[in-house]
């Protein structure tokens, strides 16, 4: 199964506690937002078994990477293709795999195999995005 997110990628953030005492999940809204995006690509029944997630997420390049006056289209010699900044990888799978759980599989934990590139976009194509691939080991 390969389907992919168009948008910045997110970062799944940490539960809160409120005022009242209880805790609450900030990012609840976010993984609404990311699932139905791709429910169109969800299985008629939830993945039972092992399997293994691949995920790249292409992250929007600085001001910085660009050079300037009319070669401002180029890269400047140097520029990374890795993105080692915030946010953290293991928090942008955290948001995916919480955001697919029992649509595309029955639980997250059934995933053994997890595999996260994070990258910078092409110049051609300027499009920040994260692509999923999800298969049986």
């Known amino acids: 199964m390969y389907f992919v997110i168009d948008g910045v990628p997110k970062q799944q953030q940490r539960h809160r506690t409120a005022k009242w005492g ?22 008629k029944k939830p993945l039972e078994g092992a399997l293994r997630m691949i995920l790249v997420f292409y992250m929007p390049r600085p001001k910085s990477h ?31 795999m919480d955001s697919l ?6 639980n997250d934990s059934q995933i053994c ?9 092409d110049v051609d194509e300027n499009r920040p995005r994260t692509e999923v691939h999800i298969e049986f080991v």
């Open 101 to 106: 759980d029992k649509k595309f599989y029955k």
């Open 22 to 43: 209880g805790t609450y999940d900030p990012s609840k809204k976010d993984k609404k937002i990311l699932l139905s995006k791709v429910l169109e690509y969800a299985p």
């Open 113 to 121: 195999q997890l595999k996260i590139e994070k990258l910078y976009c």
């Open 66 to 96: 660009f050079r300037t006056g009319k070669y401002s289209h180029l890269l400047k010699d140097g520029s990374p293709i890795n993105h080692i900044k915030t946010p953290d990888s293991d928090n942008l799978a955290k948001l995916v």
